[in-house]
Structures are given as C-alpha cells and as structure tokens.
C-alpha cells in the first residue's frame, strides 16, 4: 500500500551501540495534505503513526521512497526531501506467537498488541 506522501520536515538520528536510531517527522501533501506521518527508527522503520495513531507496527513493513519510486536508506534521508511512504504485510511466521514474542510492538518496548497493517490501512485510510 501506499500510505503517504510528503514532505519530510524533521529527521533526527544516531549512532547508538551499532543502531541507527532516530524518528522522522512528514508533512503530508496531495491527497495527504493535513496529516502527519511519524517513524520510530532502529536501523529499519520499526514503528509508524499517522496523526499520532500507530499505522505500521512491526513485524509488518514499512519504507520510504524517492518519488521516482526509488527506495531510500534511512541514511539518506534529508529534511526537505518529497518521499512516499509505502506499507506491505510481514511473512505469516512473524505474524504468529512466537514471531510476534521476538518481533512485535512489545519487543520494541511498546505497551500495544500487534495489530495487522491491512486492518490499520483499512481504518485509518479507507483501503
């Protein structure tokens, strides 16, 4: 799914312990102009918000791309840059249990239950 397109107004990371860790702030334009989209990162997206509600949790997936469609590292990322913001299901063994003891919201340190991306989109965006 794509999930967002804007303006990247606010990116902040570091280097901690091996991590790139940092959260980027998007102003949303076009059909997504009033919105803001917010990532949690550790080295990948871990954690995504729209108007401050969880949209993409992990173990499910979450990217920036250029709007030439080309994908983005977390290291090139820059304030002032045009991204899109594109979503897509985890394998169903992280989905599972066991997968989601290892690789879910609470692994992270977040006080939520997993809950699947497509039923996020479908609330939040209508899809």
């Given at each position: 799914?794509?999930?967002?397109?804007?303006i990247?107004e606010?990116?902040?990371?570091?280097?901690?312990?091996?991590?790139l860790?940092?959260?980027?702030?998007?102003?949303?334009?076009?059909?997504?102009?009033?919105?803001?989209?917010r990532?949690?990162?550790?080295?990948?997206h871990?954690m995504?918000?729209?108007?401050n509600?969880p949209l993409?949790?992990?173990?499910?997936?979450?990217?920036?791309?250029?709007d030439?469609?080309e994908?983005?590292t977390?290291?090139?990322?820059?304030?002032?840059?045009?991204?899109?913001g594109?979503a897509?299901?985890?394998?169903?063994?992280?989905?599972?249990?066991a997968?989601?003891?290892?690789?879910?919201?609470?692994h992270f340190?977040?006080?939520?239950?997993?809950?699947?991306?497509?039923?996020?989109?479908?609330?939040?965006?209508?899809?």
């Open positions: 799914w794509v999930v967002f397109r804007g990247v606010k990116y902040e990371w570091r280097d901690e312990k091996g991590f860790r940092g959260e980027v702030m998007i102003k949303g334009i076009d059909a997504f102009a009033g919105l803001t989209l990532s949690w990162i550790m080295n990948e871990i995504v918000w729209l108007n509600k993409v949790m992990p173990p499910d997936l979450f990217t920036l791309l250029r030439d469609g994908p983005l977390n290291t090139d990322l820059r304030e002032g840059m045009l991204v899109n594109v897509a299901k985890a394998p169903d063994v992280w989905r599972t249990p997968g989601l003891k290892y690789f879910g919201p609470r340190g977040f006080d939520f239950d997993y809950v699947p991306v497509e039923e996020l989109v479908k609330e939040l965006l209508g899809r």
